[in-house]
């Protein structure tokens, strides 16, 4: 069955550093995948889509790179500020829902 | 995108109840999507709501369980029944924001956090 995995540990990142999240599936090949933001008590707010024939998407600070082959995405946020903490989930294109990671915790310190 | 308002927020409930959690949108949508998160998981569907018909349900979801209603383009109810502290969760519902590529991008609620006790 289609899976995908993220970093279940929470990742501390120093302010002003860049954050790099990553996105691991198996057993599909999606159209799209998606990265989406969590932050407590609210639901989900989509951030970027990337496309399987792209590969990157870059959005202000945020950048996605999309690699088919090793079935990954890598979610990057540059010069990381406190106000990036928050759980940032990846989704990708099932058959005709999308299939959600359990989502990686960022912890970004001052 | 649209804006979707969900209550309650949260509650604490005891075990045997029921619990109708309420989904307004303030656009007109065909379908609505109601998921599970439950700690440290990832989301899983429930159920799609359309208007006018029966709600389509996931599998391991039931309708005896989690009855919905989808009475106009803009209201969804799902109710949690006769609640077990395996229940305790967070509800989200959602809709799809229309994109020109055809992605089924996602926007969501605040999510209603039960407690089951």
């Known amino acids: 069955s289609q899976k995908i995995e993220q970093n279940s540990e929470a990742l501390n990142i120093q302010e002003g550093k860049t954050a790099t999240l990553t996105c691991n599936y198996t057993?599909?090949?999606?159209?799209?995948l998606q990265w989406y933001r969590q932050d407590p008590g609210r639901g989900p707010v989509f951030l970027l889509l990337?496309?399987?024939n792209e590969k990157e998407k870059r959005k202000e600070r945020l950048k996605v790179t999309f690699d088919t082959t090793l079935k990954q995405s890598l979610f990057h946020i540059t010069a990381s500020q406190p106000a990036d903490s928050a759980t940032y989930l990846c989704?990708?294109?099932?058959?005709?829902?999308?299939?959600w990671g359990a989502g990686t915790k960022l912890i970004i310190k001052p | 995108s649209a804006v979707i308002s969900q209550k309650p927020s949260r509650d604490i409930c005891q075990r045997g109840t029921s619990l109708t959690i309420q989904c307004q949108v303030d656009?007109?949508?065909?379908?609505m999507f109601w998921y599970r998160q439950q700690p440290g998981q990832s989301l899983t569907l429930i159920a799609t709501?359309?208007?006018?018909?029966?709600?389509?349900?996931e599998s391991g979801f039931v309708i005896d369980k989690f009855p919905i209603s989808r009475p106009n383009l803009t209201f969804s109810t799902l109710t949690v029944s006769n609640m077990s502290p395996e229940d305790s969760s967070i509800y989200l519902c959602?809709?799809?924001?229309?994109?020109?590529?055809?992605?089924?991008?996602?926007?969501f609620g605040a999510g209603s956090r039960l407690t089951v006790l």
């Open positions: 709501a359309n208007q006018g018909s029966e709600a389509t349900y």
């Open positions: 989704a990708l294109d099932g058959n005709y829902q999308l299939i």
């Open positions: 656009s007109q949508v065909t379908m």
């Open positions: 990337i496309r399987e």
């Open positions: 057993n599909y090949s999606p159209a799209y």
């Open positions: 959602s809709v799809e924001d229309p994109r020109p590529s055809g992605a089924n991008v996602l926007t």
